[in-house]
């Protein structure tokens, strides 16, 4: 089974500062790599997700790094706010076929707690 | 949000007692998806389904059975519920395949004593 590693298990910042979350995965058969954000007691949503024919896409406060060589991508959240205190999880393509038709694995996630 | 509910949202049940969990959507989306959420784990899909009566199995599969007779409903089956198998439940949709967004319902938590 592929494995899709996260780090940090969980991370505290102050208001204002950069949260930083990386992923690392084994081989896919497609590249799109996408982060869900999940608050307590609800289902997880997209958040931001990025297919590596660029290195970087950013919306908002909210940026995605890939580096496809070291096969790594990660996530930084500028400006932190407490309203984006939550889990985070990276994702990627569960298969190496070429007809996979999506199954995501997803990293352990990271609990995001930013003070006031 | 996306139209999908998880029934029963809460769920505390007997070692050995079968448990049906059901998930239902209005979005007509073709793929369905049972995930289980577990501390250090993540989300590890247990079974999924790209169509009616299309089914195949995840990861974590063992002991979970799947049955879709309509597009709009999705059910997971433990067929004799065991301690292992308490976790936070998450059906997901997605309108296509490979770089489509997966949306999530609400989650159900169950509880095998």
């Known amino acids: 089974q592929q494995q899709v590693k996260q780090s940090p298990q969980s991370l505290i910042v102050q208001k204002g500062g950069i949260s930083i979350i990386n992923c690392a995965y084994e081989?896919?058969?497609?590249?799109?790599f996408p982060w869900y954000q999940q608050f307590p007691g609800k289902g997880p949503a997209l958040l931001i997700a990025i297919r590596p024919d660029v290195s970087e896409k950013k919306e908002g406060r909210f940026t995605i790094s890939f580096n496809k060589s070291a096969k790594q991508f990660s996530l930084h959240i500028m400006d932190s706010q407490p309203g984006d205190s939550a889990t985070y999880f990276c994702a990627a393509p569960a298969t190496m076929t070429t007809d996979s038709w999506g199954k995501l694995q997803f990293g352990a996630g990271t609990q995001v707690v930013v003070t006031p | 949000d996306a139209g999908i509910t998880q029934s029963p949202r809460h769920k505390v049940t007997e070692t050995g007692t079968p448990v049906t969990l059901r998930c239902h959507q209005t979005?007509?989306?073709?793929?369905m998806y049972w995930y289980r959420q577990d501390p250090g784990h993540g989300l590890r899909l247990i079974h999924y389904?790209?169509?009616?009566?299309?089914?195949d199995k995840g990861e974590v599969s063992d002991g979970y059975s799947v049955s879709r007779s309509k597009t709009e409903d999705f059910l997971l089956t433990l067929e004799s519920a065991t301690s292992s198998q308490t976790s936070v439940y998450f059906c997901?949709?997605?309108?296509?395949?490979?770089?489509?967004?997966?949306?999530f319902g609400p989650g159900t938590r169950l509880t095998v004593l």
């Open positions: 081989n896919t058969a497609f590249d799109y």
């Open positions: 389904s790209y169509g009616v009566k299309d089914t």
């Open positions: 997901a949709i997605s309108e296509g395949q490979g770089i489509d967004t997966q949306y």
């Open positions: 979005e007509n989306h073709r793929y």
